[in-house]
């Protein structure tokens, strides 16, 4: 029988920040709920459905063990077990002591690899978005959450700054950081400024044109003031469907970058009757376009 080769959940830099927690001995304690905090920096998700599950079939032979941080103040944060804290808050037993695993940690960073190492199991994965905010928080994702934010941008919460399709994103920025925020500025003051959908495969198209080519900023920027998602779709059709009206159930969702990006180039080509965008560049991405 083969055995499959197991992934691990901590990368080399992550498990150098960690290794003073990891290797410590376990010691449990009995602690109150309200002697808990929690740190949203790196903790928010989509809980309310689960929370509300705990909350209303609540068995105590289910609460299990809370994992949490012990920082140098003495002050306790949950870094597992929030979504039960919060379940048992809302059905008033905020003073019920509960059975927690302390590591002391020196700051959030380590907390959030903490998170991110408890919640990386198939049965229990965060959300991509969750784990990179994670990562970002403890300065191991090469700068990709100060990136988005420096945009104006959000990875986690329900706000409109909130990037949807983040796994697109994401690609963008391992495809080429600054052309990412030269897109992410871009459809900001654009499709953003005129609340328009914006979506991950559309960012990451737009930063395939930004990776083509120089000086197309104002080009792009243009091009997105005159071009709403609804007649961008128009040219994607045109460019991929040769106009046929069934392109969006045959286009793969991970395919629509590279024929956003081709929409793009061949209408500013044919605007400025020249080569404004590297078409040929265009076409030798494609492959490191799709979303793996």
Known sequence: MRIRKVKQQLDKDERTLLESVLCQDAVFKDIPLNKLYVDYSYQTRPREQLLAQIAEQFSSAMLGTLIVS??????????????????????????????????????????????????????????LASRLQAEGIAGV???????????????????????????????????????????????????????????????????????????VDADVRKFLEHTPPDKLDELINTVWGGGKKSLKAKLHPSSRPHFVAKAIGLSLNRKRHGRVVNLDRLDEMRIDAVLQ
Not at 100 to 126: H, I
Request: glycine fraction near 10%; aromatic fraction near 10%.
């Open 70 to 127: 012990k920082r140098p103040d003495g002050t306790m944060w949950v870094c597992d077990g929030v979504t039960r804290k919060l379940a048992l808050e809302q059905r008033g037993e905020a003073g019920r002591e509960v059975r927690c695993q302390v590591l002391n940690c020196t700051d959030a960073k380590q907390e959030a690899l903490l998170f991110k190492f408890y919640n990386g199991s198939a049965r229990r994965a965060v959300p």
């Open 141 to 215: 994702d090469h700068g990709f959450l100060n990136l988005v934010e420096q945009c104006g941008f959000a990875l986690v919460g329900s706000t409109n700054r909130t990037l949807k399709g983040i796994g697109y994103v994401y690609k963008a920025f391992n495809q080429d950081p600054e052309a990412l925020k030269k897109a992410l500025f871009a459809l900001k003051s654009t499709w953003w400024a005129s609340r328009l959908k914006l979506d991950g495969n559309t960012i990451l198209g737009v930063t395939l044109v930004y990776c083509s080519s120089r000086n």
